[in-house]
């Protein structure tokens, strides 16, 4: 068995790793060219929000999985001088710095993920990513925008507390169980100065059980603060359907060998950018809050609103 201390030593996470090798398939034929994780949010690509949450926690580093198909996922924390001469030239500072922010919010690293081979594959890559000394790191899906920003740092505050690794959950409904990694979890000690309503010790995962099997409600939110045991763990569990290794897989075979895994419940927002459906009302959210647009698309969109409520009463 695998001797997993409990240790504390989680204060910087220096690495966040983003699994992005997928082609995209739900949101043909718009990824045929554009890589899903390009596609804007409002006016950001959702890579660059992924890229301002690792900041906001402190990472330096952005250890990007991608396919050899996808080479414009880094191009986009390049440097653009010819663009950015021009719109100075045109007087236009304010697309300057927005062209220029990508490439200041974190060092991206590329690691190439030549199979899709699950989750479990991917995280495995991104241990050539670590430096010797780090002993945890993030994983970030970009399909999962979690709001506000900050749920990294309370997880990183579990880690101080308890060691391990820390996971980001969130509430869903019985119908939604199945469509998710969910935790079957307990209670943590009140006296640990933690919010125990929030917090909670992880005893299993089941990837995708049916809503009468479900050990909870509490569903994985693409968030995870890891301790680098995980990739050992990874090298000791089975491919499963198509050959994938998934890292729930890895997390299960840590919690059977006594390492110490936690759930910090998001109280905040998740929208899914992997699908059209959930990709959609994030645009609206965050147009709606959006300095610039904030105020016309409220306008817009009650208009478009009312239009449709008067063409269905009409037809009632």
Do not use: W
């Not at 929000?49 to 996922?73: C, D, F």
């Not at 030549?114 to 945890?136: C, T, W």
């Not at 491919?239 to 994938?244: A, I, T």
């Amino acid at each position: 068995m695998t001797n997993y201390l409990n240790t504390a030593n989680s204060a910087q996470i220096k690495t966040v790793v983003v699994p992005a090798a997928g082609h995209g398939t739900r949101f043909l034929p718009a990824t045929k060219t554009v890589p899903k994780e390009l596609l804007p949010v409002v006016d950001t690509p959702g890579i660059e929000l992924i890229a301002e949450e690792a900041a906001e926690l402190g990472a330096s580093r952005m250890a990007i999985i991608t396919s050899p198909s996808k080479p414009g996922l880094l191009r986009h924390f390049e440097d653009f001088p010819e663009l950015v001469s021009t719109l100075q030239a045109r007087g236009k500072h304010e697309q300057v710095a927005m062209v220029e922010r990508a490439g200041r919010l974190i060092e991206p690293v590329s690691v190439v993920q030549h199979e899709a081979l699950g989750l479990g594959h991917a995280v495995g890559l991104a241990e050539s990513a670590l430096d010797d000394d780090e002993e945890a790191f993030a994983v970030m899906l970009p399909d999962d925008l979690v709001l506000p920003f900050g749920v990294l740092e309370q997880m990183a505050e579990v880690r101080a507390s308890f060691g391990g690794s820390v996971l980001c959950a969130f509430e869903v409904t019985p119908e939604e169980v199945s469509s998710y990694g969910v935790f079957e979890v307990m209670e943590i000690c009140p006296d640990e100065g933690l919010p125990t309503e929030t917090v909670k010790q992880v005893i299993g995962m089941v990837e995708k059980p049916p809503a009468a099997e479900a050990p909870s409600r509490l569903a994985a939110a693409g968030r995870y603060l890891l301790d680098r045991a995980v990739f050992d763990a990874l090298r000791r569990i089975k491919p499963g359907q198509g050959g994938e290794l998934q890292l729930t897989d890895a997390i299960e075979l840590m919690i059977k060998e006594g390492h110490p895994v936690h759930v910090v419940i998001h109280q905040g927002k998740r929208h899914d950018l992997g699908n059209p459906a959930g990709y959609i009302p994030a645009c609206v959210d965050f147009g709606l809050s959006h300095p610039k647009y904030g105020r016309a698309l409220r306008d817009t969109i009650g208009a478009v609103l009312q239009e449709y409520d008067d063409r269905e009463a009409s037809l009632a």
